[in-house]
């Protein structure tokens, strides 16, 4: 059977095979929106059914194919995990905050101070505080431009501030 198919072998079927290889192998090293991958396994798909005589020699020439691409899948892996890997396409390093990352910027120092609304509050908007403008939120209620606030509560990066004319 193996000497058959490679008597069926074209240049046209070499060709289709070697390109579904090359841009399934740009799909592995470029990941990207999956056009390579799919194209390169239809070109693969396409070269092995050119090759075969008949229909039953195509199913079976692809589920080959399908296993061999299982077995080198599996090898990359174990080849992967076992740092072999260039180091260009593993990340090593962390965004920690001893790097200098945080997520949200602490505010808690902003607790119970006053400042004033620099845009109205309906319910959110912007109020400097202590001479920074800081993203702001009231409690529901509105709260004209240039209105004196009070920061009541900071959760995370939610800052909430109420009217100081309320009280």
Do not use: H, W
């Not at 740009?26 to 396409?46: D, M, T």
């Not at 396409?89 to 400042?115: F, I, N, P, Q």
């Not at 209105?147 to 990066?157: C, N, Q």
Request: aromatic share 4%; hydrophobic share 50%; glycine share 12%.
């Amino acid at each position: 059977m193996f000497a058959e198919i490679i008597s069926n072998m074209t240049v046209i079927s070499i060709i289709i095979f070697a390109a579904g290889i090359i841009m399934v192998g740009v799909e592995v090293f470029r990941p990207g929106f999956g056009a390579a991958g799919i194209s390169g396994i239809i070109l693969l798909a396409a070269g092995i059914f050119i090759t075969a005589k008949n229909l039953t020699q195509g199913l079976l020439l692809l589920a080959a194919a399908a296993v061999i691409v299982l077995i080198l899948f599996i090898i990359a892996v174990t080849v992967m995990s076992g740092g072999r890997l260039p180091k260009r396409s593993v990340l090593k390093e962390e965004t920690d905050s001893d790097s200098g990352y945080v997520a949200v910027r602490d505010s808690s120092d902003l607790m119970g101070r006053c400042g004033r609304a620099v845009t109205m509050l309906r319910p959110a908007g912007m109020a400097d505080i202590g001479g920074q403008r800081v993203d702001v939120v009231s409690r529901g209620d509105f709260i004209e431009q240039g209105a004196e606030v009070e920061v009541v509560e900071i959760s995370g990066s939610r800052i909430v501030v109420k009217n100081k004319e309320d009280e």
